[in-house]
Nanobody, 120 residues
Framework: QVQLVESGGGLAQPGGSLTLSCAAS????????MAWHRQAPGKQRAVVAS???????NYADSVKGRFTISRDNAKNTVYLQMNSLKPEDTAVYSC??????????????WGQGTQVTVSS
């Protein structure tokens, strides 16, 4: 079994910062791509940022220059540093991992999501 557990969501003022963390645990052999997605009310879930096991990074245009994704492979953890937050960043943020388990199967895993609200 594999679990992804997010932390760090909450309320921030416009222009403020938050850092999200997502730790993967369980029968993990290796983790390929890790990513953060978000879903705002009434909208489809969309990728915010992704990072591969060798460190290749991609960002959605809406967060470039404001958000930074990173990962600690030794801790099976991915982070999302969010700066210069805007009200339109308000959403449920979910962690994603493409994970190879000890059963030698690779599949997609998702965290439960954490709410980020940007409001004055």
């Amino acid at each position: 079994q594999v679990q992804l557990v997010e932390s760090g969501g909450g309320l921030a003022q416009p222009g403020g910062s938050l850092t999200l963390s997502c730790a993967a645990s369980g029968s993990i052999v290796s983790i390929n791509t890790m990513a953060w997605h978000r879903q705002a009310p009434g909208k489809q879930r969309a990728v915010v940022a992704s990072i591969t096991s060798d460190g290749s990074i991609n960002y959605a245009d809406s967060v470039k220059g404001r958000f930074t994704i990173s990962r600690d492979n030794a801790k099976n953890t991915v982070y999302l540093q969010m700066n210069s937050l805007k009200p339109e960043d308000t959403a449920v943020y979910s962690c994603y991992g493409s994970i190879r388990t000890k059963s030698f199967m690779t599949r997609d895993y998702w965290g439960q999501g954490t709410q980020v609200t940007v409001s004055s």
